[in-house]
Nanobody, 123 residues
Framework: QVQLRESGGGLVQEGGSLRLSCASSVRTFSNYHAGWFRQAPGKEREFVAAITWSGSTALYADSVKGRFTISRDNARNTVYLQMISLKPEDTADYYC????????????????WGQGTQVTVSS
């Protein structure tokens, strides 16, 4: 059973930055593809970014491209989401996800999910 735990969320002013972390419970986390999703109140879950098991390839939603960077440190069993130039529309609960086999933008195809961390961007 893979457990994921997000951290690093909080309240930040518009234009500020945050780094979210997703720590895995398994030492074989390097075998898993990973992704970040977000969900604002009253909105559908939205793809943010994804990264392959090796960290060699990343995929981003158009809304965050150029501002967010997904990365991973497999030695620490952790995936990161570096967020800069934050906007009020980035306000949401952010979730990390993992899968042994899936690579893409569809949240429903990821197997494991964390509990989420809240990001609030004030104007």
């Amino acid at each position: 059973q893979v457990q994921l735990r997000e951290s690093g969320g909080g309240l930040v002013q518009e234009g500020g930055s945050l780094r979210l972390s997703c720590a895995s419970s398994v030492r074989t986390f390097s075998n898993y593809h990973a992704g970040w999703f977000r969900q604002a109140p009253g909105k559908e879950r939205e793809f943010v970014a994804a990264i392959t098991w090796s960290g060699s390839t990343a995929l981003y939603a158009d809304s965050v491209k150029g501002r967010f960077t997904i990365s991973r440190d497999n030695a620490r069993n952790t995936v990161y989401l570096q967020m800069i130039s934050l906007k009020p529309e980035d306000t949401a609960d952010y979730y990390c996800a993992a899968s042994l086999t899936y690579w893409g933008t569809q949240g429903g195809s990821f197997t494991y999910w964390g509990q989420g961390t809240q990001v609030t961007v004030s104007s």
